[in-house]
């Protein structure tokens, strides 16, 4: 015998909405300070990784300003494919941009100089960048939106490249390794290009709203997909 759920209830759905339109809010609002401050410390510091953090984060504005205008329709679902194209246009973009760059760092373009403000910003990024996408990413596979989890996965890349924009200031001032940056974002760029595709395409995994199973082995109702597992999900 098949037990079936319909999903969140309409109640559940207005709050999921407005959940995502406050993150994506709060999204658009850390990226605008965040590409001001790495562009400016970038060119102060004629680095060239920052001042494409800076530009990522001008991506990152893009992909989440695609969002909150699908989700300020009421019926968010009609902009969907819409949303989700600019959402791997920014993708694309991002990796396009960060190739070229990292390819001209490893030939010799410029090498970037100390920056403590570079250095404070990666780690602010992070810390927070990762939970504003896990919240985003909870809350659009519960509605079944695959631009608002395409959105979250553009945050979490955003966490990726600190990881590489503090590596690479932190190896390049400490001894000198100017090509640790380049290779790394090399292959951010690589994630980026592969994220786009899966935008594009809105493959995102349990992006509508779990169906869940009820069997003899599985009394239990979870979802039969093991990526609507919150331990799976916790993992991504």
């Keep these: ?129 990762p939970l504003l996408s896990y919240a985003q990413r909870r809350a659009g596979r519960e509605l079944g939106s695959a631009s608002a989890v395409a959105d979250s996965r553009q945050t979490l890349l955003c966490t990726y490249l600190s990881s590489v924009l503090l590596a690479g200031l932190a190896l390049n001032s400490a001894f000198g390794w100017s090509w640790a940056d380049p290779v790394a974002a090399l292959v951010i760029a690589a994630v980026a290009v592969k994220e786009g595709r899966e935008a594009w395409r809105g493959d995102t995994c349990c992006t509508v709203p779990a169906i869940p199973l009820s069997t003899p082995s599985t009394s239990s109702g979870e979802c039969a997909d093991p990526c609507c597992s919150p331990a799976e999900d916790d993992r991504r």
């Design 1 to 129: 015998m098949t037990a079936l759920s319909l999903g969140p209830t309409p109640a559940r759905r207005d709050t999921l909405r407005r959940r995502i339109r406050l993150l994506v809010a709060a999204t658009i609002t850390y990226n605008v300070i965040e590409a001001v401050v790495a562009v400016t410390a970038g060119t102060l510091a004629s680095s060239a990784a920052l001042v494409g953090f800076g530009l990522d984060s001008v991506v990152e504005v893009a992909s989440a300003t695609a969002v909150a205008w699908q989700f300020s329709a009421t019926d968010h679902q009609a902009r969907e494919k819409t949303a989700l194209r600019i959402i791997a246009i920014s993708f694309f973009a991002l990796a396009a941009y960060v190739t070229v760059d990292a390819v001209r760092t490893l030939l010799g373009a410029g090498e970037p100089e100390h920056s403590t403000p570079g250095l404070i910003l990666a780690a602010l990024s992070l810390v927070i960048m």
